[in-house]
């Protein structure tokens, strides 16, 4: 089968590029999938060049993400010719993902593919979109409702942000979106954001507690726009923070949390337990499904992959980018 592999050499510089690889080597598991589709997430492009350190044990099929067909299945839980997906887990990283012709993993971190969904839009929303209803779901779990105001997501036009705002304004948010790119205003304004901020114009101020301008958050980008956020939330406010684009480093203090009740919520969408993972995918298939699912992607064909991961490094990819895998499979 065809995969994409990332080698490291003994200096420890990675590499990765297509090449054939036996199916014997797809994995370990109960269960053999035939991939259909695959994503790009910017922890793939991360993995795939490098740039950052999140695979463990070479040579690793990358691809944090994929969505096909049981072709065997030692579980009873699983029977060949259903349909299924796989996020997170740790695929890609610490085990062989969806960058191939055929994947096989543990039983335990198979997800049936919900009836309301295609194979391929599963894959549109991937772990990007996973982590944009895990944020929301987290939000809602506190209570946060339309009705308290503006929510704001950040890196709004990538993966995650841009489902974020999809979802969102779905659900009857008045959202603004946070984006470097000017040529994404009208794209963010298609899908349902009621305001635009652009990065460069922000003046986040200094003071331990800014005027409240946002009932929530969704954060993917962290560092700087993360502590602004937790100086400019509304008192009983919330945010999901999920992302670091923009930095690990988070410099605020006790105050938003002690004097205005601010809620700063973790969201992990490798480690999310199935019963809230399968709950989060119900979600996702029903009232938080994305309206706007073909405008968010566009997709390559497994021989492109290589040539896309540096917009991703370079925060220019917008929306999601599907990997076509064996598309003929969604039928
Ligand atoms: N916690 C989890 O389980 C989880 C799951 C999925 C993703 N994530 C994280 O969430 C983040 C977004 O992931 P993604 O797959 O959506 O990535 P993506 O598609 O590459 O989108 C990231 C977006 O962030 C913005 N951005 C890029 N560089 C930036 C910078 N230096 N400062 C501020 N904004 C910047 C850009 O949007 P604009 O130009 O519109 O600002 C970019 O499109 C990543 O940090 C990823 O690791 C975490």
Not at 10 to 21: N, T, W, Y
Not at 131 to 147: E, F, K, M, N, S
Not at 150 to 172: E, N, P
Request: aromatic share 6%; hydrophobic share 45%.
């Amino acid at each position: 089968m065809r995969a994409l592999r990332i080698h490291s050499n003994d200096a420890g510089k990675i590499s990765s590029g297509l090449e054939e690889v036996s199916v014997t080597e797809a994995g370990v598991g109960e269960v053999l999938i035939r991939v259909a589709f695959s994503s790009i997430n910017y922890k793939d492009a991360l993995a795939a060049t490098g740039a950052g350190k999140v695979v463990r044990g070479f040579p690793r099929i990358g691809g944090i993400d994929l969505a096909g067909v049981v072709e065997e299945s030692s579980s009873p839980a699983f029977t060949p010719g259903q349909k299924v997906l796989v996020t997170g887990y740790g695929i890609g990283e610490s085990s062989d993902g969806g960058y191939a012709e055929f994947a096989r993993v543990k039983a335990e971190w198979v997800v049936p593919l919900p009836g309301e969904l295609s194979l391929l839009e599963s894959m549109i929303i991937g772990t990007a979109g996973f982590t944009a209803a895990q944020c929301i779901d987290r939000l809602q779990l506190l209570g946060v409702t339309p009705a308290q105001g503006k929510v704001i997501v950040t890196g709004a036009s990538g993966g995650v942000g841009s489902q974020a705002v999809d979802m969102l304004a779905g659900c009857g948010y008045a959202v603004t979106a946070l984006t470097g790119k000017r040529d994404a205003v009208n794209f963010l304004k298609e899908l349902g954001a009621a305001e635009i901020l652009m990065r460069d114009d922000v003046k986040m101020g200094t003071k331990p507690l800014e005027t409240p301008l946002w009932a929530a958050a969704v954060d993917t980008v962290g560092g700087e726009t993360l502590a602004w956020l937790t100086r400019t939330i509304q008192p009983f406010g919330a945010i999901s923070a999920c992302g670091l684009v923009g930095g690990t480093d988070l410099k605020t203090t006790v105050l938003p949390f002690i004097l205005r009740d601010v809620s700063l919520l973790g969201i992990d969408s490798v480690n999310c337990p199935m019963a809230w993972r399968k709950h989060i995918w119900h979600r996702i298939s029903t009232d938080l499904k994305p309206r706007h699912l073909q405008k968010i992607a566009r997709r390559v064909t497994l021989d492109n992959l290589p040539g896309e991961f540096d917009a991703f490094l370079k925060g220019t990819a917008q929306g999601r980018t599907v990997v076509d895998i064996a598309p003929g499979l969604d039928k």
